[in-house]
T-cell receptor
Framework: KAGVTQTPRYLIKTRGQQVTLSCSPISGHRSVSWYQQTPGQGLQFLFEYFSETQRNKGNFPGRFSGRQFSNSRSEMNVSTLELGDSALYLC?????????????FGQGTRLTVV | GESVGLHLPTLSVQEGDNSIINCAYSNSASDYFIWYKQESGKGPQFIIDIRSNMDKRQGQRVTVLLNKTVKHLSLQIAATQPGDSAVYFCAENWDSGQNFVFGPGTRLSVLP
């Protein structure tokens, strides 16, 4: 069974641009969550999608958005990029996304904003 | 490899010894916890989980202990191996859905 797949693995963007990251969950998993990982702030929850609906949202500005498709694949978008958005963006999937169930992570997308 | 954290607490152990990694969690309402291992350049890897109705759970070479009174979680790794070198995170969950709060992480270094 393939794991969580994130594309691209690495990305370099310029300040002010926008970026879209993609996540394909484990087959059969319906919940997809996104996290930002930086050396200073650690791992921080961005949002979670389940059945194409955003179910939970972390404390990030509106420049960060996401969506989920009917096949459970998810994308996240960051608009008007800032230098501080440089981070490893991680996607995690879960079968039903219910409370008390494990989340499995992908390799992440390393975004560098210059 | 990529740096997960610049100033993470570090635990150094001799190969073959047991390791104990500690975590203080933040929310007394948290009722589900996971330990993750993250190697350089990779995403977090699920190790073991525990629900709040338990105080101990064992896996293969790993044991998680939960002390709800003091909001403390620990991960014990038996017979630590070089492949165990990584950053270890605890994560807590109390709300509906999959929004986990992660601890700052501990870097485990296994000495030959």
């Amino acid at each position: 069974k393939a794991g969580v797949t994130q594309t691209p693995r690495y990305l370099i963007k310029t300040r002010g641009q926008q970026v879209t990251l993609s996540c394909s969950p484990i087959s059969g998993h319906r919940s997809v969550s996104w996290y930002q990982q930086t050396p200073g702030q650690g791992l921080q929850f961005l949002f979670e999608y389940f059945s194409e609906t955003q179910r939970n949202k972390g404390n990030f500005p509106g420049r960060f958005s996401g969506r989920q498709f009917s096949n459970s694949r998810s994308e996240m978008n960051v608009s008007t990029l800032e230098l501080g958005d440089s981070a490893l963006y991680l996607c995690a999937s879960s079968p039903q996304g219910t409370h008390n169930t494990e989340a499995f992570f992908g390799q992440g997308t390393r975004l560098t904003v210059v | 490899g990529e740096s997960v954290g610049l100033h993470l607490p570090t635990l150094s152990v001799q190969e073959g010894d047991n390791s104990i990694i500690n975590c203080a969690y933040s929310n007394s309402a948290s009722d589900y916890f996971i330990w993750y291992k993250q190697e350089s350049g990779k995403g977090p890897q699920f190790i073991i989980d525990i629900r709040s109705n338990m105080d101990k759970r064992q896996g293969q070479r790993v044991t998680v202990l939960l002390n709800k009174t003091v909001k403390h979680l620990s991960l014990q790794i038996a017979a630590t191996q070089p492949g165990d070198s990584a950053v270890y995170f605890c994560a807590e969950n109390w709300d509906s859905g999959q929004n986990f709060v992660f601890g700052p992480g501990t870097r485990l270094s296994v000495l030959p």
